[in-house]
């Protein structure tokens, strides 16, 4: 079954470590994204990309960094410089702009 | 800067019941309007699209309706059953050139009660 498959669920990290998630999507669609949720906030976006090798700054971009080397891959890395890393991380895919997203399970971020 | 409102932000019914979900948002300038469902600690799955140029879309019991004029979209659940609880949320899209950025409100937290 084609899908997005964000790993792991749950990430335990130190305080001042770097850490990062991995996206993977079986879909063949071109665009990626990166969002995080916190409790009674909507999504707000941190990355997104368009096509391989290429990507742009969402709206929360300080304190994390992706890349997209593969098509189906899109891992992000949030780093000791992001103040508050502790949250629900999502990754989403759509074929296109006008297309639905595709979102991944997840993975919930604990920072202590 | 775009922002969008879902009221009320929780909500819950008797099983059996017809229900609207409310969502609003500040510019009309939008190329599509999503709703999606989120349970528990999970992603979202998209329930529906609708086109800046469409009025409404329909997907089994759920229908979605736009009016962009006014800001306003409304999610409307027929004969609810318990296991459409959850959380709905809908999203805009902007109209940034070749970029889906969505813009999404708070989510309205559904309990269908047996």
């Known amino acids: 079954d084609g899908g997005i498959t964000q790993s792991p669920k749950y990430l335990f990290r130190k305080e001042g470590q770097n850490v990062t998630l991995s996206c993977e999507q079986n879909?063949?669609?071109?665009?990626m994204y990166w969002y995080r949720q916190d409790p009674g906030q909507g999504l707000r976006l941190i990355y997104y990309?368009?096509?391989?090798?290429?990507?742009q700054k969402g709206d929360i971009a300080e304190g994390y960094s992706v890349s997209r080397e593969k098509k189906e891959s899109f891992p992000l890395t949030v780093t000791s410089a992001q103040k508050n890393p502790t949250a629900f991380y999502l990754c989403?895919?759509?074929?296109?702009?006008?297309?639905?997203?595709?979102f991944g399970n997840g993975t919930r971020l604990t920072v202590t | 800067k775009q922002e969008v409102t879902q009221i009320p932000a929780a909500l819950s019914v008797p099983e059996g019941e017809n229900l609207v979900l409310n969502c609003s948002f500040t510019?009309?300038?939008?190329?599509?309007l999503q709703w999606f469902r989120q349970d528990p600690g999970k992603g979202l799955t998209s329930l529906l699209l609708?086109?800046?140029?469409?009025r409404e879309q329909t997907s089994g019991r759920l229908n979605a309706s736009l009016d962009k004029s006014s800001g306003r979209s409304t999610l409307y659940i027929a004969a609810s059953q318990p296991g459409d609880s959850a959380t709905y949320l809908c999203?805009?899209?902007?109209?940034?050139?070749?970029?889906?950025?969505?813009?999404f409100g708070q989510g309205t937290r559904l309990t269908i009660n047996p």
């Open positions: 989403a895919s759509s074929i296109y702009r006008n297309s639905p997203l595709h």
């Open positions: 879909l063949n669609h071109d665009a």
């Open positions: 990309s368009q096509i391989v090798n290429d990507f």
């Open positions: 510019d009309s300038a939008i190329y599509n």
């Open positions: 609708i086109q800046s140029s469409q």
């Open positions: 999203a805009v899209n902007t109209p940034e050139e070749g970029a889906q950025k969505l813009v």
